[in-house]
């Protein structure tokens, strides 16, 4: 079978496998989020201070959530084509992402309100607008992931293979007419 003869795949705009398992992602992300934030809706200790295990985990949820929003906004495109409105939002949410994560984590990195030396991790007021405002830079970004169009370009590895396989063709025709003329002689 030459290249010309084989199927081609059909183009897959809705993964749905990936988009599934994104989904479940960031509905796993925001459970440990809610762990985080509010750990006494599951009955777990509930102290006055958000200690350090509470602002790692809020700051995981954040990242599944991150993970599962992009997997599931990713999928919604088709292969090899993103605008660039769309790129802009995936770095958009990643960059808020880590602007929420290094804004909950300040006090251990020694850029919060207390030096990690002299008392214990608070979660204090500018923390958590600062969370807030990367979780608001986060939805900007999925929301410009969002693909408006109903119909994409066509894929350009699919076009080079349509010419490719028309330059095959025209090149059988032509050994076909010189093997004509060649038996005419």
């Known amino acids: 079978m030459t290249h010309a003869e084989f199927p081609k795949p059909p183009r897959r705009i809705n993964n749905t496998f990936t988009r599934r398992v994104g989904l479940a992602l960031t509905i796993l992300g925001m459970l440990v989020f809610t762990l985080g934030a509010v750990p006494g809706w599951f009955g777990l200790d509930n102290s006055q201070a958000v200690g350090f295990v509470q602002v790692v985990v809020i700051s995981g949820g954040l990242l599944m959530i991150c993970l599962g929003g992009t997997y599931t906004l990713g999928s919604l495109w088709p292969r090899h084509w993103r605008s660039i409105p769309a790129d802009i939002g995936l770095r958009l949410a990643w960059s808020g992402w880590v602007f929420a994560a290094v804004s909950a984590l300040a006090d251990i990195f020694g850029l919060g309100t207390r030096p990690l030396a002299v008392s214990f991790t608070f979660f204090g007021f500018w923390q958590a607008r600062g969370v807030m405002i990367g979780e608001a830079v986060m939805f900007i970004g999925f929301f410009m992931m969002i693909p408006f169009q109903k119909e ?15 330059e095959a063709g025209e090149e059988a025709e032509q050994q076909d007419k010189v093997s004509i003329v060649i038996d005419t002689e």
């Open 152 to 166: 994409f370009p066509p894929d350009p590895s699919e076009q080079v293979e349509e010419e490719i396989s028309a």
